[in-house]
């Protein structure tokens, strides 16, 4: 079934093998545990790991299902939630995030809030701090926090999210926010996952749109985790070079030979390395809800993750803006490929 929706691209994804950076280069999904114990993160971290790690479909795979609805903020409630206006009450979210056997829920602090002592305790939370608020004018793009750790603390959240802007006007700001922010939630026994969303207009050329390049997400994937995010968020990358062509950074076209090539497994595998060889999880955005392609899109996502060495896929719009029980489906789609081990890493 995963392979008649992958189409034509079946063979080429599932047979692939990385041969720069190999599969036995980097550390695999499921040692997460042997990670953090050596690390400076306080045991407490490690029991709210535990918690999204051991929590449904994929609970103790290594890998994760994550729901992530914070769009009515970022792209406005009404055009996020038209198509099921039952979304505007968050509750459906968390409700929907446990139907469908998620590992965790992200949302908003006023959403997760509100039901917090019905369902912090079924289902590990994940509080986003920061948003990119679109009622300004002229639009303008920079996150700004909208809460607090110790909130999310407060509430039973498991963990905290927060995007930072890489290449931003407003980085540095971000960088610096979200840092403190990252280590106050640690010291509160919270883990830590980060959007790493590059946003630049000249990153975006006539020919090419650079913001999903693997070199400049790479890039902010290992930025993301020297402030110690425990989980990275990222798109998946469609192209590279984005130093070279932009004529920007520090590169040669040396680095691009040695670490990757064109295939979209290998590019994935750059993202991948950047978060320390895998010691860090990758989850992929599932992007965007096209239609009746948003299966195949999905699926498709989840295996290029897999087999580059990622820990899953953080999913919102394809499985929102359908009806509840489509909604449940595809997101076990995507689970399934996770629980496929006919799908090795490549």
Known sequence: MIAQY??????????????KITAQDIVHPGNWQQTFIESNRPAPVLNSLARIYGQGRLANTGYVSILPVDQGIEHTAAYSFYKNPLYFDPENIVKLAIEAGCNAVASTIGGLGLHAR????KIPYVVKLNHNELL????????IL????????????????????FGSEQSNRQIEEIAAAFEEAHSLGMATILWCYTRNPAFKTPEMDYHTAADLTGQANHIGVTIQADIIKQ???????????????????????????????????????????GKIGLINSGG??????????????????KRAGGTGLIMGRKAFQRPFKDGVELI???QDVYLDKTITIA
């Not at 019905?118 to 305790?121: D, L, S």
């Not at 004018?137 to 920079?142: E, G, L, M, S, T």
């Open 136 to 143: 300004t004018y002229p639009v303008k793009y920079d996150q």
């Open 288 to 305: 965007g809800s096209a239609g009746e392609s948003d299966m195949a899109e999905a699926i498709k996502t989840a295996v290029i993750n």
């Open 118 to 121: 019905k369902y912090a305790h």
């Open 332 to 334: 076990h789609a995507v």
């Open 6 to 19: 992958l189409g034509n691209d079946a063979a080429s994804l599932l047979e692939h093998i990385c041969g």
């Open 146 to 165: 909208f809460g607090s750790v110790q909130d999310a603390w407060n509430m039973g959240a498991a963990a905290v999210g927060a995007t930072i802007y």
């Open 235 to 277: 798109k998946l990358p469609d192209t590279n070079y984005g130093f070279r062509d932009l004529k920007f950074g520090v590169y040669n076209d040396a680095m691009y030979d040695a670490l990757t090539t064109a295939h979209p497994i290998d590019l994935c595998r750059f993202q991948v390395a950047n978060c320390y060889m």
